[in-house]
């Protein structure tokens, strides 16, 4: 037996005679998740009806805003943001626990001429009809909330701006175009 060949063989048998050992292992720590554990792809994330009216409550603001400051272009942009939130209201939660109304038949029902006469103002640029389409869409909201089991959450026109990071004045064109 040549000495590479006795080598090899001995190596392999020690390696195999400690894989075959029993240890008691030592105490684990804590296990620490770094990530969370993957859902399966037949299960996509549903947004709650409350992480979506979070977002309603934050798009009826700034609307209220632009339209304060004329700017149509924004306004325009959180009014077609708000119809498209209603529909995930609708779409995502058509029914909602003990609610004697379902928002599936509450929203449309309440909210969809309201956002149609805001949309109209907004295409005139008129700032008077804005208003006055804001206190509907905002009264159509508390009637739904009231319809739905939800009228401890009233909502109303903005007394401040909670957006002190944004904009809310249209930018000047200028003559020419930007330089």
Known sequence: MT????LVTVLTAAVA?????QTTPAPAAAPVITQAPA???EEAYVPGLGEIMTLQQMRHTKLWLAGQAAN???ADYEIKELGEGFDDVVKFH???EESPVDPKDAIPRMVTAPVND???AIMKKDKKALEEGY????????DCHQATNFGFNVVQRPASNPYPNQVFTPK???VGGPK
Request: charged residues 25%.
């Open 135 to 142: 206190d509907a869409l905002t009264k159509a909201c508390n």
């Open 72 to 74: 149509w272009d924004l």
């Open 3 to 6: 000495p590479f060949f006795f």
């Open 172 to 174: 000047r064109q200028e």
């Open 94 to 96: 058509p029914t909602h």
């Open 39 to 41: 859902k399966p792809a």
């Open 17 to 21: 005679i400690a894989a075959c050992r």
């Open 118 to 120: 805001l949309k109209a």
